[in-house]
Antibody
Framework: QVQLKETGPGLVQPTQTLSITCTVS????????MQWVRQTPGKGLEWMGF???????EYNSEFKSRLSISRDTSKNQVFLKMNSLKTEDTGVYYC???????????WGQGASVTVSS | AIVLNQSPSSIIASQGEKVTITCRAS???????LHWYQQKPGAFPKLVIY???YRASGVPSRFSGSGSGTSYSFTISRVEAEDVATYYC?????????FGAGTKLELK
């Protein structure tokens, strides 16, 4: 059974760094691209970037300067790190599996993040 | 970036009614790369239609999609109460992947 689960801090202060872990089961990270998508009140659903099955990454230029995606295949985990957080980064952050052609066929339940002092 | 313009932004429909949502892209997209998701309140987006017209696993046959180039559509042939949700189109053709702004479906 394919499962994805995000874990994150909940609350982050402005200018600080956000770290979220996506733990997957039921499939191998070396066989699929893994996506990060966020949903904010201001911009709706936004694609942030992905890590390919081979381990290389691609980012949305909107986030490129402050976003990093990595993984640990031995732990079946994918990581999102984003620095210099602002209040408008408040939202729900999802990891998703890409099957092909950009199709996101499995999603985590999302990690809710509030950026506030 | 490819902008996806979804319309209408909201629909109020009766049970059993047919509804259609349109997604227009700012640049041509191969039909393989246009997908539709359903998001119920408090839940993650769920894949409904992929590559324009293929139903995802377990999706009822009342859901369908069509289109090509810059114009795509998503149809529910007979709306049921469980279909109340927001629907999004998404393109995976070029970086950045983009989503439409969503269409909120409510029941009359």
């Amino acid at each position: 059974q394919v499962q994805l689960k995000e874990t994150g801090p909940g609350l982050v202060q402005p200018t600080q760094t956000l770290s979220i872990t996506c733990t997957v089961s039921g499939f191998s990270l070396t066989s699929y691209y893994m996506q990060w998508v966020r949903q904010t009140p201001g911009k709706g659903l936004e694609w942030m970037g992905f890590i390919r099955s081979g381990g290389s990454t691609e980012y949305n230029s909107e986030f490129k300067s402050r976003l990093s995606i990595s993984r640990d295949t031995s732990k079946n985990q994918v990581f999102l790190k984003m620095n210099s957080l602002k209040t408008e980064d408040t939202g729900v952050y999802y990891c998703a599996r890409e099957r092909s052609y950009g199709v996101m066929d499995a999603w985590g339940q999302g990690a809710s993040v509030t950026v506030s002092s | 970036a490819i902008v996806l313009n979804q319309s209408p932004s909201s629909i109020i429909a009766s049970q059993g009614e047919k509804v259609t949502i349109t997604c227009r892209a700012s640049s041509s997209i191969s039909s393989n790369y246009l997908h539709w998701y359903q998001q119920k309140p408090g839940a993650f987006p769920k894949l409904v239609i992929y590559s324009t017209s293929y139903r995802a696993s377990g999706v009822p046959s009342r859901f369908s999609g069509s289109g090509s180039g810059t114009s795509y559509s998503f149809t529910i042939s007979r709306v049921e109460a469980e279909d109340v949700a927001t629907y999004y189109c998404q393109q995976g053709s070029s970086n950045p992947y983009t989503f439409g702004a969503g269409t909120k479906l409510e029941l009359k």
